[in-house]
């Protein structure tokens, strides 16, 4: 099993640019999340879904997008990037069913807005 | 807002001395994990803790979740430099289906 898988590892993005940020996992989770960190702020919860069909903001939301339309896959897109958006981006799957949300996490996604 | 402050925030200490990493919050957690990060990758889970003054021991790293589950310890005995890493937090509300981070504590053990 690959586990989470993200991609890219890095982009370098002008404001007002826009992209997709992909996520897959192959564990047959039903949640996954979007996360961003950045330095002395620890994770950040950005966008969350508890199933294909089934996506709700998180704490900073503003400025991405997601979709859900399999479980394997979470796309996350930034509409309009702009320097605040500079950060490490990652995603993270969890089963349901444990009761802890205990997360999975992929090798992130550094990203730059000049 | 519900918070869940790490101590300290960074340490540095040499090989083969103990050290211990707190996490507080005034909030009542169902579960807390803890995970690690080493640089250029994503967090890993450590360990989960359920039960108010439950321990678990993962080798040399020592968990307890406090009796009233709104605070959790890490201590690392003899600590060695592959210990190296950014220490997470994370405590789960059942409640609303949250999980609270700790904005992390950077470990680094000088061989």
């Known amino acids: 099993n690959a586990g989470v898988t993200q991609t890219p590892k890095f982009q370098v993005l002008k404001t007002g640019q826009s992209m997709t940020l992909q996520c897959a996992q192959d564990?047959?989770?039903?949640?996954m999340s979007w996360y961003r960190q950045d330095p002395g702020m620890g994770l950040r919860l950005i966008h969350y879904?508890?199933?294909?069909?089934?996506?709700d903001q998180g704490e900073v939301p503003n400025g991405y997008n997601v979709s859900r339309s399999t479980t394997e896959d979470f796309p996350l897109r930034l509409l309009s990037a702009a320097p605040s958006q500079t950060s490490v981006y990652f995603c993270?799957?969890?089963?349901?069913?444990?009761?802890?949300?205990?997360?999975?996490f992929g090798p992130g996604t550094r990203l730059t807005v000049t | 807002t519900q918070l869940l402050e790490q101590s300290p925030q960074f340490l540095s200490i040499q090989e083969g001395e103990n050290l211990t990493v707190y996490c507080n919050s005034s909030s009542v957690f169902s579960s807390l994990q803890w995970y690690r990060q080493e640089p250029g990758e994503g967090p890993v889970l450590l360990v989960t803790v359920v039960t108010g003054g439950e321990v678990k021991k993962l080798k040399r790293l020592t968990f307890q979740f406090g009796d009233a589950r709104k605070d959790s310890s890490l201590h690392i005995t003899a600590a060695q430099p592959g210990d190296t890493g950014l220490y997470l937090c994370?405590?789960?509300?059942?409640?609303?289906?949250?999980?609270?981070w700790g904005a992390g504590t950077k470990l680094i053990i000088k061989p």
């Open positions: 879904s508890v199933g294909a069909g089934i996506t």
């Open positions: 564990m047959n989770h039903e949640y």
């Open positions: 993270a799957s969890s089963p349901a069913g444990t009761g802890t949300y205990e997360q999975y």
């Open positions: 994370a405590g789960f509300m059942d409640s609303n289906y949250q999980l609270i």
